[in-house]
């Protein structure tokens, strides 16, 4: 559980977890079951909102530097 300067915008909680996920990006992706297309989440830990980012890992730490500020 990480406090920065991120509030949900539904239940303006500022509490939250953040992950990463991973998906298919086409129908050839999808025919090698290849996860291309990489995603970080934020979820409120009051309400589970949740925010996708898509990125790579240095826009992930973008994202998370500036929640951080």
Do not use: H
Request: hydrophobic content about 25%; some cysteine.
């Amino acid at each position: 559980m990480q406090k920065r300067n991120w509030e949900c915008p539904k239940c303006k909680n500022r509490e939250f977890e953040t992950d990463q996920i991973s998906a298919t990006g086409g129908a050839i992706s999808k025919f090698f079951n290849v996860q291309n297309k990489k995603f970080t989440t934020v979820t409120c830990t009051r309400c589970t909102y949740t925010e996708l980012y898509r990125g790579d890992t240095s826009t992930v730490g973008n994202i998370l530097d500036f929640l951080g500020n």
